[in-house]
C-alpha cells in the first residue's frame, strides 16, 4: 500500500467536511489516507509518499506558525501539495494584484496595510457604488469581512478601524449579482478541469459558505467561465495538483474573486464522479 496524508485541523464539527469520500477510490488504487492535524508538530511525515493540505481551516488565526508547519512537513522528505512556494504565493490577496497585471479579470479592488488615517467614505466614491466590502489580506471562511454601505458606515467605522489597525486588508466594492445570482466555483484537478458548483447566500446575507447559511448548487460552466478559469490557471507560478477559480458575473463580465490553492473545499459531494477523478489526478501529479 502507499500511504498519503491529508493535512487538517484538530477540530472541524462547526464546518461541512466531504474529503471522506476520496478514501475508497484512493483505496481501490492502492493508498491509505491518514488525516493528520497540521498543529501536530511532532508527527512523522516522512512516512507519507505525499502531503496534501486539505482542512487546515484555521490557519488564518496563525499564519507564521502554519507557514512552519508546512516548512517542516516539506524537510520531512515528503512531496507537500499543493507546492509551498505556490501556497505561501497564495496566502496573502495581493496575489490578485499580480494575476490582473498578467491580464486576469478581477473584482475592481484597493490593498492596504491597514486603515490608520484612511477616510472610509472615500472609497465610495473611488468605486462609484454606494456598498464596499472590507476584508483581510489573509483570511477563510468570511472571517473579519463586512459589507458596508453609505448608510452604515458611521456605525461600523469604529469596529473597521479596530479589526484592521494593524492588519493588512482589501476594498471592493460590492457586488448585488453575489446576491442575485450566486457565486461560481470552477474546480481543475492536476489542470483538468473537473465540475462546478453555484454558491448562493441565504437570504439578507452576503457569505455563501455553507456554514452561514449558503445553498449549493451543481452547475455545468459556460464557455466564457471556462474560459477566465483558464487564463487563472495559465497565470499561477507553477503546476498545482488542485485549485478553485471563484468567479462571480460583474455587469457582463466574468471576474476572479479568489483562485483557491492552500484549503478549499472540493465539495465532492456535489458531483459523485469528482472523487475518483481527484485520486485518478493525484496518482498523475505524483508521477511527474
Not at 92 to 116: A, C, E, H, M, W
Not at 121 to 148: G, M, Q, Y
Not at 275 to 286: E, G, H, N, Q
Amino acid at each position: 500500500m502507499r500511504n498519503l496524508c491529508f493535512l487538517s485541523t484538530d477540530n472541524l464539527e462547526d464546518f461541512f467536511v466531504w474529503d471522506s469520500l476520496c478514501e475508497e477510490p484512493f483505496a481501490e488504487q492502492g493508498f491509505t489516507v491518514d488525516t493528520v492535524s497540521w498543529h501536530n508538530f511532532t508527527h512523522d511525515y516522512s512516512q507519507y509518499e505525499a502531503v496534501i493540505v486539505r482542512t487546515t481551516w484555521d490557519y488564518q488565526n496563525s499564519v507564521t506558525e502554519f507557514s512552519q508547519s508546512l516548512a517542516r512537513i516539506e524537510q520531512s522528505g515528503t512531496k507537500l501539495i499543493n507546492p509551498l512556494p505556490l501556497m505561501l504565493w497564495n496566502i496573502n490577496k495581493r496575489y490578485l494584484r499580480t494575476l490582473s497585471k498578467q491580464g486576469v479579470p478581477i473584482i475592481p479592488s484597493i490593498f492596504l496595510d491597514n486603515l490608520k488615517g484612511i477616510e472610509l467614505h472615500e472609497f465610495f466614491e473611488d468605486f462609484a457604488c454606494d456598498e464596499v466590502i472590507f476584508k483581510p489580506l489573509v483570511s477563510a471562511n468570511s472571517d473579519n469581512t463586512f459589507r458596508v454601505s453609505t448608510q452604515t458606515l458611521p456605525t461600523q467605522e469604529s469596529e473597521l478601524k479596530s479589526v484592521f489597525a494593524n492588519t493588512e486588508c482589501m476594498v471592493q466594492p460590492f457586488l448585488s449579482a453575489i446576491v442575485d445570482e450566486g457565486e461560481y466555483s470552477l474546480f481543475f484537478f492536476n489542470g483538468q478541469y473537473s465540475h462546478t458548483i453555484k454558491k448562493v447566500p441565504k437570504t439578507g446575507d452576503f457569505r455563501v459558505q455553507e456554514e452561514h447559511g449558503g445553498q449549493l448548487y451543481s452547475v455545468e460552466p459556460n464557455q466564457a467561465q471556462l474560459d477566465v478559469a483558464q487564463k487563472v490557471l495559465t497565470a499561477l507560478p507553477s503546476e498545482c495538483l488542485y485549485a478553485r477559480v471563484d468567479l462571480v458575473n460583474n455587469r457582463g463580465q466574468w471576474q476572479l474573486m479568489e483562485v483557491e490553492l492552500i484549503e478549499p473545499s472540493l465539495y465532492f459531494n456535489m458531483d459523485p464522479d469528482s472523487p475518483s477523478r481527484f485520486v485518478k489526478a493525484t496518482i498523475d501529479y505524483l508521477a511527474k
